[in-house]
């Protein structure tokens, strides 16, 4: 069984930045996605086992990084220039994997955490 943890979201004016952490993926494949109100979940952004492999979604390229410190058993997400319509409750996800593949859909994940809310004031 994986426990995911998520922690690091807060409130920040548009253009700033936060770093979302992930407490417990281990030897997982890890994603993150959002869900906003009244709104589907959405992927934000995949990482592979060792990390060589990452994918983000069209809303967030250029703005966010995922990465992942296996040794410290942690995934992060380090989100700038960030918008009003990146509010949202952001998850991580983890699922078993093979070396080298990501995954960018939901319903691909085992492992979820309670999520941590991110809101962007204008």
């Known amino acids: 069984q994986v426990q995911l943890v998520e922690s690091g979201g807060g409130t920040v004016q548009t253009g700033g930045s936060l770093q979302l952490t992930c407490n417990g993926p281990?030897?997982?494949?890890l994603g993150w996605f959002r869900q906003a109100p009244g709104k589907e979940r959405e992927f934000v952004a995949a990482?592979?086992?060792?990390?060589?492999?990452?994918y983000y979604g069209d809303a967030v390229k250029g703005r966010f990084t995922i990465s992942r410190d296996n040794a410290k058993n942690t995934g992060s997400l380090q989100m700038n220039n960030l918008k009003p319509e990146d509010t949202a409750v952001y998850y991580c996800?983890?699922?078993?994997?093979?070396?080298?593949?990501?995954?960018?859909?939901?319903?691909?994940?085992?492992?979820w955490g309670q999520g941590t809310q991110v809101t962007v004031a204008t």
């Open positions: 281990g030897r997982y494949a």
């Open positions: 996800a983890a699922r078993r994997a093979v070396t080298g593949v990501a995954y960018t859909r939901d319903y691909e994940y085992t492992f």
């Open positions: 990482i592979s086992l060792a990390g060589t492999i990452k």
